[in-house]
């Protein structure tokens, strides 16, 4: 089958690499994807939401799977899009409809869902313009820190962790009143600090059942130690050595089932994955975040871990047959090193030459591109984070050694990364 990627980072060239070797991908297309993508099939110049566009490459290259990469699309409608259009609704999209995306466009949407079925989160509270002074009352007598939230998508900024009173209502002001994020700020979620450790989960769901992938750690923070700014996503590891079979049992039973229960109940249609950030607050996991789609960069531990055939786990979604399917993990540990341009997560120069991307990777290594693209006959940066070099080993220290032994032989002007990814797994 023709088999449609959307989206441009190491998540999609992780999936595409992974696609590209299943017996039944024929023609794959990303889009607008980046050089490594290009590697694994063909990228077409779109937009990830020029849902015209895309639709109408779907249909000139017969496509019958489209994998959505990013939330954007998807808290757009872009599943309802197709499945709305008679010329589209014969193609298989991987992603929840519009109204279950809200799982991730929405924090309010969110609390509400796990407050009605019973999944624990922290305790909160939402305000707007019209209870505006409730929340300033709210916030005088809240414990700190406090946690403000942007209702809608904020390019990932949206989430504020203050450490006194004033701070929270001078935010709090700036959203509602002085629109710092725009329209997703004009309502807030205000809620306790949950304070612990956090996981990534991810589960794949066709509606009905679920299967579980392996679980991730991503280091978010720009510096080595977990210091500094906040960026899209530093490294990651997998799997996580305190996720034992106790803790998954919990996050099965309260968090997993009741939020697959819950979709059923309230009607959401949701066909793809659902990216759960747990916090584990004294050995119990609470839900920090839903997210509607895989991480990044997450997805590139992940994904080389797997080791079943991704269109037949995608094809059993489409049949809601994915109780069928046997996950299948490779035991080793993975470990994933992102190298940023310099100034990341602040500004920075793009149109780098990369050196170093002609040579074989080293054995168990992969060289996954994020902002990337070809120019001539090289390849040049084209984002923040710009490349993503996973490997595997025996635990995350090997893994990360090997991850980083691999980032020295690649280079371009300015190139940083944390050399400390999975520290704390020794
Ligand atoms: P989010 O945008 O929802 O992923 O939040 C960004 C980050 O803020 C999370 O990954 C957590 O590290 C942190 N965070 C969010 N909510 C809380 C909370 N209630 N308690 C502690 N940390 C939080
Ligand atoms: N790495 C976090 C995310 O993809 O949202």
Same mark, same amino acid.
Request: with cysteine; glycine share 10%; hydrophobic share 40%.
């Given at each position: 089958?023709?088999?449609?990627? /959307?989206?441009?980072?190491?998540?999609?060239?992780?999936?595409?690499?992974?696609?590209?070797?299943?017996?039944?991908?024929?023609?794959?297309?990303?889009?607008? *994807?980046?050089?490594?993508?290009?590697?694994?099939?063909?990228?077409?110049?779109?937009?990830?939401?020029?849902?015209?566009?895309?639709?109408?490459?779907?249909? +000139?290259? %017969?496509?019958?799977?489209?994998?959505? &990469?990013?939330?954007?699309?998807?808290?757009?409608?872009?599943?309802?899009?197709?499945?709305?259009?008679?010329?589209? !609704?014969?193609?298989?999209?991987?992603?929840?409809?519009?109204?279950?995306?809200?799982?991730?466009?929405?924090?309010?949407?969110? !609390?509400?869902?796990?407050?009605?079925?019973?999944?624990?989160?922290?305790?909160?509270?939402? @305000?707007?313009?019209?209870?505006?002074?409730?929340?300033?009352?709210?916030?005088?007598?809240?414990?700190?820190?406090?946690?403000?939230?942007?209702?809608?998508?904020?390019? *990932?900024? *949206?989430?504020?962790?203050?450490?006194?009173?004033?701070?929270?209502?001078?935010?709090?002001?700036?959203? =509602?009143?002085?629109?710092?994020?725009?329209?997703?700020?004009?309502?807030?979620?205000?809620? #306790? @600090?949950?304070?612990?450790?956090?996981?990534?989960? @991810?589960?794949? +769901?066709?509606?009905?059942?679920?299967?579980?992938?392996?679980?991730? !750690?991503?280091?978010?923070?720009?510096?080595? &130690?977990?210091?500094?700014?906040?960026?899209?996503?530093?490294?990651?590891?997998?799997?996580?050595?305190?996720?034992?079979?106790?803790?998954?049992?919990?996050?099965?039973?309260? /968090?997993?089932?009741?939020?697959?229960?819950?979709?059923?109940?309230?009607?959401?249609?949701?066909?793809?994955?659902? @990216?759960?950030?747990?916090?584990?607050?004294?050995?119990?996991?609470?839900? /920090?975040?839903?997210?509607?789609?895989?991480?990044?960069?997450? +997805?590139?531990?992940?994904?080389?871990?797997?080791?079943?055939?991704?269109?037949?786990?995608?094809?059993?979604?489409?049949?809601?047959?994915?109780?069928? /399917?046997?996950?299948?993990?490779? #035991?080793?540990?993975?470990?994933?090193?992102?190298?940023?341009?310099?100034?990341?997560?602040?500004?920075?120069?793009?149109?780098?030459?990369?050196?170093?991307?002609?040579?074989?990777?080293?054995?168990?290594? =992969?060289?996954?591109?994020?902002? +990337?693209?070809?120019?001539?006959?090289?390849?040049?940066?084209?984002?923040?984070?710009?490349?993503?070099?996973?490997?595997?080993?025996?635990?995350?220290?090997?893994?990360?050694?090997?991850? %980083?032994?691999?980032?020295? %032989?690649?280079?371009?002007?300015?190139?940083?990364?944390?050399?400390?990814?999975?520290?704390?797994?020794?």
């Amino acid at each position: 089958m023709n088999i449609l990627i /959307i989206g441009s980072g190491g998540r999609e060239h992780a999936l595409a690499w992974k696609l590209k070797q299943s017996r039944h991908c024929e023609g794959l297309f990303i889009a607008p *994807g980046n050089a490594g993508t290009a590697l694994c099939g063909t990228n077409l110049a779109l937009e990830v939401s020029d849902f015209d566009g895309l639709s109408q490459a779907c249909i +000139t290259h %017969q496509v019958s799977l489209v994998i959505v &990469g990013p939330e954007e699309p998807l808290v757009k409608g872009i599943t309802d899009f197709f499945s709305d259009n008679e010329a589209t !609704k014969h193609i298989q999209v991987i992603g929840p409809s519009m109204a279950a995306s809200q799982l991730e466009g929405s924090k309010t949407f969110a !609390k509400s869902f796990m407050q009605h079925h019973g999944i624990p989160t922290a305790a909160y509270k939402e @305000f707007t313009i019209d209870n505006y002074d409730e929340g300033v009352a709210y916030i005088r007598q809240h414990s700190l820190p406090i946690v403000l939230k942007a209702d809608g998508l904020a390019a *990932g900024k *949206g989430v504020l962790i203050c450490q006194s009173q004033l701070e929270a209502l001078a935010e709090f002001e700036l959203m =509602i009143i002085r629109s710092k994020f725009g329209e997703a700020g004009k309502k807030v979620v205000i809620e #306790e @600090f949950l304070s612990g450790i956090e996981i990534s989960v @991810f589960v794949v +769901t066709d509606g009905k059942h679920y299967v579980l992938l392996p679980e991730a !750690k991503d280091y978010k923070r720009i510096g080595q &130690g977990d210091k500094g700014l906040n960026t899209g996503g530093m490294g990651a590891v997998s799997p996580i050595p305190f996720f034992d079979d106790t803790l998954r049992e919990k996050a099965e039973t309260r /968090i997993i089932k009741p939020t697959i229960a819950g979709l059923q109940k309230d009607k959401l249609d949701y066909k793809g994955f659902i @990216f759960i950030g747990l916090m584990i607050t004294n050995g119990e996991p609470y839900v /920090i975040e839903y997210n509607c789609r895989l991480g990044d960069p997450e +997805t590139e531990v992940i994904i080389p871990r797997l080791k079943n055939d991704l269109v037949e786990l995608f094809s059993a979604i489409a049949r809601q047959e994915l109780n069928t /399917i046997q996950i299948d993990i490779d #035991e080793r540990a993975a470990a994933t090193i992102v190298a940023v341009s310099g100034g990341y997560p602040g500004t920075y120069e793009t149109g780098k030459a990369i050196n170093g991307l002609d040579e074989e990777p080293l054995e168990d290594c =992969i060289v996954f591109h994020s902002g +990337t693209k070809p120019a001539d006959d090289t390849v040049v940066t084209n984002g923040g984070r710009v490349l993503a070099v996973t490997a595997l080993g025996s635990n995350i220290k090997e893994a990360s050694e090997l991850a %980083q032994y691999m980032m020295e %032989q690649l280079y371009f002007e300015d190139m940083y990364y944390r050399p400390d990814i999975g520290y704390e797994f020794p």
